[in-house]
């Protein structure tokens, strides 16, 4: 499980996120929402050691993962696909594939990766040997998730996959992260401005407001406070 | 006709080796999106090396490969124990992007120095190890000589291993992958900072290999103060950016076009005006050309 503590990130001089205690539990999937300028993706690339923390802890089971490098979380299990379709335009779909699993060494797992997510989405199937720029915004989306599945992953970061999606290609995403969240027992922090999509597949719900917590709860009863609603879900 | 296919001929073997020259500044250039001037000094001690080498065993076909790994090593020592420092420091601010350029241009003037210091007035003697003397064509001696046949045969087996290294492997494609998104690929595993003192390294042992095939193509020999190796960076820095600068399949069109170009200008003009032809080139290639002759606007290639 994923336990951060009193956790405190500043950008130069501006302070990011304030003391930030979050818990989730193997296997949950747990939304991150709220405005824009609220913390979610420096919380992100904090987990994923892209960021410096300036204080408090936060541990995947019982590795301490502040102060780690990103290509080392990577090996415990943590994937982090940041935001905005995170592909590498000029390679082609399946060397951006291989990537993922590159740390691995092992030629023969990886293609077994590749074939699971392929089978995942289909569409990346039939454009394996094509550049990456060729893609439409939701298969770079798909391509970007599946280089974080070739990892084999435990514990997945999401920074807004449905950003610049049309709705039904937003729909289909959501439905594949709440598919593999459940199949492989994944534990899954999703950070979205869709607050409604995200809530509508989460088991949890994190609500962000300037780099505290404003509210937390089952994504159920999150999408049902009245204060939550008019704040994020606009109605 | 007889004459010009001849300037064609000197201007593709000394442009192979501005390739080289080309391909060292490309890769780092790449990988660090540093303006490596310390690539020259990096060939000129290589050169040096090679030379000390072919000195003690006599055979040159073990002095280029030692030359080379002196290349490598010498080169990533430079961007381990300099630039990686002072780059975790450096930012956005003018003056910090100016840094690293200064900072090679030193490191440049260091390698010089301490090769003045080593070998003092001694010259390095890199002699050619086939005949230079042209075949011999209806009774006419033409420009390609056994050595140039060599320098050519070297450059293009160092070209088609770096095209496989980079296009067929895993270590190419963490290269490739590392140059183009730096923080995608950290995400991905990849060892970014591992990758790029290699990339340092690849860098080193071409320049190396440009060093010593120029010196055995030219004069035959070198000093710390050779002004043949002044002209080879220069000219791999137009030829990089005749190519687009982010491109290796550049650097080598980059190079070759420069090579013949010069060889022309050096037939038919006259000596004294290559070095400014270089710079009439480079300036007419970025009005028109902007992103390099095989550049694309937006797009980096591989």
Excluded at chain 1, 81 to 106: D, Y
Excluded at chain 1, 151 to 167: I, V
Excluded at chain 2, 115 to 123: E, R, S
């Amino acid at each position: 499980m994923l336990r951060i503590k009193n956790l405190v990130v500043d950008h130069g001089a501006i302070r990011a996120l304030h003391g930030v205690s979050i818990s989730i539990e193997k296997g949950q999937l747990a939304a991150v929402i709220g405005a824009n300028g609220a913390g979610k993706t420096t919380l992100l690339r904090t987990l994923s050691g892209l960021n410096k923390a300036t204080d408090g802890s936060a541990a995947w089971g019982e590795i301490n993962i502040l102060h780690s490098k990103p290509e080392s979380l990577v090996r415990y299990g943590i994937s982090h696909v940041s935001e905005g379709k995170s592909v590498i335009p000029e390679l082609t779909v399946s060397e951006n594939l291989e990537l993922g699993a590159l740390w691995r060494r092992n030629r023969k797992e990886s293609e077994k990766s590749k074939k699971d997510v392929v089978d995942l989405f289909p569409r990346l199937g039939e454009r394996l040997s094509q550049r990456a720029d060729s893609l439409s915004g939701g298969e770079r989306q798909m391509l970007a998730i599946g280089r974080s599945m070739m990892a084999k992953p435990q514990l997945l970061l999401l920074d807004e996959p449905s950003l610049g999606l049309a709705p039904l290609v937003v729909e289909q995403i959501f439905q594949s992260i709440r598919d593999l969240t459940t199949a492989l027992g994944l534990t899954v922090v999703l950070v979205e401005q869709n607050a409604m999509g995200a809530l509508k597949i989460a088991d949890i719900g994190i609500v962000l407001n300037l780099g505290s917590i404003a509210a937390t709860g089952s994504a159920a009863a999150l999408r049902d406070d009245p204060a939550v609603r008019a704040a994020y879900l606009g109605f | 006709m007889f004459e010009f296919i001849n300037t064609l001929l000197i201007g593709i073997t000394s442009g192979s080796i501005y390739s080289l020259m080309a391909i060292a500044i490309v890769l780092v250039w790449r990988s660090t999106r540093v303006v490596n001037f310390a690539a020259g000094g990096v060939a000129l001690a290589s050169t040096f090396v090679g030379a000390t080498i072919l000195e003690s065993t006599g055979s040159f076909w073990i002095a280029l490969p030692i030359g080379m790994l002196a290349g490598a090593a010498l080169s990533s020592f430079i961007e381990y124990f300099f630039l990686r420092p002072l780059l975790k420091r450096s930012g956005e601010k003018t003056q910090e992007i100016f840094l690293p350029i200064i900072a090679t241009l030193g490191i440049l003037g260091v390698i010089k120095a301490v090769l003045h210091f080593i070998y003092g007035d001694k010259i390095g003697v890199i002699s050619p190890p086939l005949s230079d003397k042209g075949f011999i064509v209806s009774g006419e001696s033409i420009a390609l000589s056994p050595l140039r046949l060599m320098i050519l045969g070297v450059v293009l087996a160092l070209m088609i291993t770096l095209t496989l290294i980079f296009q067929r492997t895993n270590l190419g494609l963490s290269l490739r992958a590392a140059s183009f998104a730096p923080e995608i690929s950290r995400l991905s595993g990849i060892r970014v900072d591992a990758i790029r003192t290699l990339g340092w390294a690849i860098s080193g042992a071409a320049g190396a290999t440009a060093g010593i095939l120029q010196t055995t193509n030219g004069a035959g020999s070198v000093t710390p103060e050779a002004f043949e190796f002044s002209l080879l960076l220069v000219f791999g820095f137009v030829a990089a950016v005749i190519g687009g600068i982010e491109s290796l399949v550049g650097a080598v069109i980059g190079g070759v076009t420069l090579g013949i170009i010069l060889a022309i200008i050096l037939m038919y003009v006259g000596g004294s005006l290559v070095f400014f032809a270089a710079f009439i080139i480079l300036i007419l290639v970025l009005l028109l050309r902007p992103n390099g002759i095989i550049g694309v606007k937006g797009g980096r290639r591989a």
